[in-house]
T-cell receptor
Framework: DGGITQSPKYLFRKEGQNVTLSCEQN?????MYWYRQDPGQGLRLIYY???????QKGDIAEGYSVSREKKESFPLTVTSAQKNPTAFYLC????????????FGPGTRLTVL | LAKTTQPISMDSYEGQEVNITCSHN???????ITWYQQFPSQGPRFIIQ???TKVTNEVASLFIPADRKSSTLSLPRVSLSDTAVYYC??????????????FGSGTRLLVRP
């Protein structure tokens, strides 16, 4: 089955700890994205990558970091510098020819205690 | 910056047709209009995309007038399972030619029995 996976589904961390969220896709997509969603709100773009070893900041990149060493993987690290990290995190991917048509993973709900 | 405006919420009953209108006054010449559906605690799912006139697929229809400053998503004969948040998006091309989607708050559709 082709798709995009995120793990874990739920994550709890203590304040001040860094945490890394996993995102893997086997759709052979070049572009990958990370979004944050707060309750009752739309999605906000954190980082995106259109090719391996390259990525750009989105609208709310402060306190987050990413890497894109492999085409199929785009992990997101939520650092201790992120002031309010509790949120629902969504990863997506798309082809470079159709950036509007993004395929989303199931999401990771991060709670910082 | 291409932005969209859509109603915050809508109510309907099973079996009715639902039309959700979105305005995008600053849409660029080469932008497509894309609609996504999101259920609680899940990632958004692509529904339909269009550039002008009318597009129809097995799930919905999308009507776009000639000036492309608005679009209407039409869901025929909705069921309870269509209760979700619906997002209307147009792209945003940055100065460095990178492209990203802008998610607003969406329209919360509630389908009643």
């Amino acid at each position: 089955d082709g798709g995009i996976t995120q793990s874990p589904k739920y994550l709890f961390r203590k304040e001040g700890q860094n945490v890394t969220l996993s995102c893997e896709q086997n759709l052979n997509h070049d572009a990958m994205y990370w979004y944050r969603q707060d309750p009752g709100q739309g999605l906000r773009l954190i980082y995106y990558s259109q090719i391996v070893n390259d990525f750009q900041k989105g609208d709310i990149a402060e306190g987050y970091s990413v890497s894109r060493e492999k085409k199929e993987s785009f992990p997101l690290t939520v650092t201790s510098a992120q002031k309010n990290p509790t949120a629902f995190y969504l990863c997506a991917s798309s082809t470079r020819d159709s950036l509007d048509t993004q395929y989303f993973g199931p999401g990771t709900r991060l709670t910082v205690l | 910056l291409a932005k969209t405006t859509q109603p915050i919420s809508m109510d309907s009953y099973e079996g009715q047709e639902v039309n959700i209108t979105c305005s995008h006054n600053n849409i660029a010449t080469n932008d497509y209009i894309t609609w996504y559906q999101q259920f609680p605690s899940q990632g958004p799912r692509f529904i339909i995309q269009g550039y002008k006139t009318k597009v129809t697929n097995e799930v919905a229809s999308l009507f776009i007038p000639a000036d492309r400053k608005s679009s209407t998503l039409s869901l025929p004969r909705v069921s309870l399972s269509d209760t979700a948040v619906y997002y209307c998006l147009v792209g945003d091309t940055a100065r460095d030619s990178s492209y990203k989607l802008i998610f607003g708050s969406g329209t919360r559709l509630l389908v009643r029995p």
